[in-house]
């Protein structure tokens, strides 16, 4: 039986982040060296889930992972974090998630995810786990876009009535089928475009807003847009020294799935959860900095 009080469930990506530091992003074609090399955490689903335990959630992971030395690191990872990692599958076949990230000395990133096990997640994988979760009210699972699209599927039919489904659409693909189940659904300036072929982020955030429960871009330092009825509404964003944006809408992610499992509505959520990506941008590496409510509070003045 699941205890009592609301959890976050992810069910996603983690491997292990190899980021080189550069003072500009290669080129094609181009070689450049550098000395400065990261090892460390990282998939959006693990870096969701590790800022959603910052922010104080009790909080549960559906991830699968190889049955090697990086897979076993993971593991203890999310466990030290406090993940409850009862649904973590092991894939003899495949290798663990890897990702190999550039970050120039401006803070911007570019990202080649080599997935790996992620990439072996399967339908029959998420619906035997979430039977066994049993998301219900005052849950929130919380997905992104890394994991197969047919995994993805498997989550309207396996969560109960009153749990929220937020889906973070990244990396930009075609959307998973939700039929009468919609999510809040989390998406980057870029991915906003991908996905409806508009420039114009507000039109884009109307578009997907109207069939979602609600529809939420961010748009790094200049906030987010909330599109969950015919306004749309802009959140600022607290300023802040940009050093690595690389994790940034995890965080935020992780943040907004533990503040409405803690009860935040909508709006009060999403002004915490853009405060929460902002403290991720602050160090280097996707977990360089977790926000916790204590840095969010101070970020907004409070
Ligand atoms: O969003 C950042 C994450 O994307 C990195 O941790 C990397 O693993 C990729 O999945």
New binding site residues.
Partial sequence: MPEPGGRVIVVG?A???RTALLAQLPAPGETVLTPRLLVG????G??QAVNATAMGARTAMVVKLGEDADGAAVLDDLRAAGVDTSEAIADAASPT?Q?F?WVSADGENS?V?ASGATGGLTHDDVAAALSRLAPAAGDVVLTCA?IPRAALEAVPAGIGDGATWVHNA?PAGRLPAWRDRPPILVVNEVEAEQLTGLADVEAAAGVLGASTVATIVTVGAGGALVADGPAIRRVPAPTVEVVDT?????AFCGALAALLVQGRSLPDAVARAVAAGAVAVTALG??GSLATPESVARLLGE
């Fill in positions: 990506s491997g292990v982040d955490f990282g998939g959006k693990s870096n998630q990702a990230i990202i995810v890394e990244a690389t994790g940034a809408g995890d996707a977990r």
